[in-house]
Nanobody, 124 residues
Framework: QVQLVESGGGLVQAGGSLRLSCAASGRTFSRYTMVWFRQAPGKEREFVATIGGSGARKAYADSVKDRFTIVRDSAKNRVYLQMNSLKPEDTAVYYC?????????????????WGQGTQVTVSS
């Protein structure tokens, strides 16, 4: 079992930055591929970014590429999402997720564990 707890969400003006953090329980953090998804009001949950267990493999949604960066700190059992140049369309609940089944995960069906989500609101 892995428990995931997100933090770092909040209200920010367009063009600003936020760093989301996801703390994972357990001693086998490096075995899990970590993923960030987001869900805007009235929309389906969508993939944002993913990072493999070693941190070498990463992938991003086209909508956030070159603005968001995903990193992991295995010593702290944490994964971070640095979000720069935020836009109003980035407003959503951001979810941290983990999977032991895939080296890189972009689909909700690949996820084994979910966090509870953290709200990010970007004002124009």
């Amino acid at each position: 079992q892995v428990q995931l707890v997100e933090s770092g969400g909040g209200l920010v003006q367009a063009g600003g930055s936020l760093r989301l953090s996801c703390a994972a329980s357990g001693r086998t953090f490096s075995r899990y591929t970590m993923v960030w998804f987001r869900q805007a009001p009235g929309k389906e949950r969508e993939f944002v970014a993913t990072i493999g267990g070693s941190g070498a493999r990463k992938a991003y949604a086209d909508s956030v590429k070159d603005r968001f960066t995903i990193v992991r700190d295995s010593a702290k059992n944490r994964v971070y999402l640095q979000m720069n140049s935020l836009k109003p369309e980035d407003t959503a609940v951001y979810y941290c997720a983990a999977t032991a089944r895939s080296l890189i995960a972009t689909l909700q069906s690949q996820v084994d564990y979910w966090g509870q989500g953290t709200q990010v609101t970007v004002s124009s």
